[in-house]
């Protein structure tokens, strides 16, 4: 099937059946990992027919990248908020902690998303979130700071390149807490630093 006869959730039976199988493949990476991570447990978890499966999303790579972006697609929009009611220096936790809360599940399955987040992001997406973020600010955000496109890149993909290179490393044992505590230092001395103005 070619990706354009595979369907496109319109209704709210195709969302659901969408959420249903997006839903089983979390489950079940999360309980057995990526090594027996089929279609067809998928299917069986999620209550759907393969065939079913398949008119949705090509394969587990496709299952994987649409998983990983729609939790992205949550935590850029959590942060959208943050920054436009709260568009100063003390938000920076807040949003870190959205980020943070991004890559629920076990270290494994962190990296596993993350992993399939950034493989998607050849295609551009990466790119799109980028931009969507830029775009749900615009004109409802009263920043402090200058955010030019390059500011905003470096905010918006120093943590996330962080937290992805922690899940990458499990045997680090990063406190999650002390983690956190470093994330806020970076960025505050980052916005900070964007609050003074060019050298």
Known sequence: MTERQRRTPRQARSESTIDAILDATFQLLEADG????????????????????????AGKQDLLAA?????????RDAIAETVIERPDIGSVRAIVRSLMKGVEGSPATGQVLFEALFQKGKDGMLAHHHQAFLAAIAG???????LTNESAFVLTHAAVGLLRAAAAEPDLALDPAKLEDELVRLMEAYVAALAQGPR
């Open 140 to 146: 409802r955000a009263r920043l402090e700071i200058a």
């Open 34 to 57: 990526i090594d027996r991570l089929t279609t067809n447990r998928i299917a069986e978890r999620a209550g759907v027919s393969i065939g079913t499966l398949y008119q949705y999303f």
């Open 67 to 75: 998983l990983a972006q729609r939790r992205a697609a949550s935590v």
